[in-house]
């Protein structure tokens, strides 16, 4: 059974930093291609940065997130991480992490429509 579970998420103030954690099971981590995604309330999911597979090893973020957010994976512990810094009441949101085979390429990457493995979410609060 295919498990996402993240971890990491809480309350911090502005300008504040958190590590996200997607532990993963179930499957071949190696072959698979791990996103972040985020949702805050009434708007719709959208892509926050992903890693493709370990042979490839590729970084995608969202534009307007590039330098503040860094994913990174740890293929021994089979976790994933979001490393945010700077944080900004923007980025207040669920934040889940996603998981399909890989083999795709930029945009999709970055798209929820590209992951059938779907973590539980873990609630980032920014207050200002």
């Known amino acids: 059974e295919v498990q996402l579970v993240e971890s990491g998420g809480g309350l911090v103030q502005l300008g504040g930093s958190l590590r996200l954690s997607c532990v993963a099971s179930?499957?071949?981590?190696?072959?698979?291609?791990i996103g972040w995604f985020r949702q805050a309330p009434g708007r719709e999911r959208e892509g926050v940065s992903c890693?493709?597979?370990?042979?490839?090893?590729?970084?995608y973020y969202q534009d307007s997130l590039r330098g503040r957010f860094t994913i990174s994976s740890d293929y021994v512990k089979n976790t994933v991480y979001l490393q945010m810094n700077n944080l900004k009441p923007e980025d207040t949101a669920v934040y889940y992490c996603?998981?399909?085979?890989?083999?795709?390429?930029?945009?999709?990457?970055?798209?929820?429509?590209?992951?059938?493995?779907w973590g539980q979410g873990t609630q980032v609060t920014i207050s200002s």
């Open positions: 996603a998981a399909d085979l890989g083999g795709k390429t930029w945009p999709s990457l970055l798209s929820s429509s590209s992951y059938n493995y």
């Open positions: 890693i493709s597979e370990a042979d490839d090893r590729s970084t």
């Open positions: 179930g499957f071949t981590f190696n072959d698979y291609a």
